[in-house]
């Protein structure tokens, strides 16, 4: 019951801007903290940050801090990445995932969505 999907992937110049929206279909997703993570070609799935269940806290991988934010409107039962000054090096698939408690683990995460490619031009 907390199935995610992502959305608003693409193509984008490097320096350009992206949203990135995951919309949850359980009924409880307010409870979760919610973490955006990412994977290139041949590389793990890495860390990009989490907001906390009620959006108060949140938190990046240095390769994103200050360019990214994460928000939540769980009204909506939805989570954001905004991406902003992007490098050809962000071009990977975007994952969202829910986890009952704050975490960077990827492995603490109990539940994923299905990825968004995000590629970016030089």
């Known amino acids: 019951q907390a199935q995610l999907v992502e959305s608003g992937g693409g193509l984008v110049q490097a320096g350009g801007s992206l949203r990135l929206s995951c919309a949850a279909s359980?009924?409880?997703?307010?409870?979760?903290?919610m973490g955006w993570f990412r994977q290139a070609p041949g590389k793990e799935r890495a860390f990009v940050g989490y907001?906390?269940?009620?959006?108060?806290?949140?938190r990046y991988a240095d390769s994103v801090e200050g360019r990214f934010t994460i928000s939540r409107d769980n009204a909506k039962n939805t989570v954001y990445l905004q991406m902003n000054s992007l490098k050809p090096e962000d071009t990977a698939v975007y994952y969202c995932?829910?986890?009952?408690?704050?975490?960077?683990?990827?492995?603490?995460?109990?539940?994923w969505g299905q990825g968004t490619q995000v590629t970016v031009s030089s």
């Open positions: 359980g009924r409880t997703f307010s409870a979760y903290a």
């Open positions: 995932a829910a986890s009952r408690v704050l975490t960077s683990i990827v492995d603490h995460y109990d539940y």
């Open positions: 907001v906390s269940s009620r959006g108060g806290s949140t």
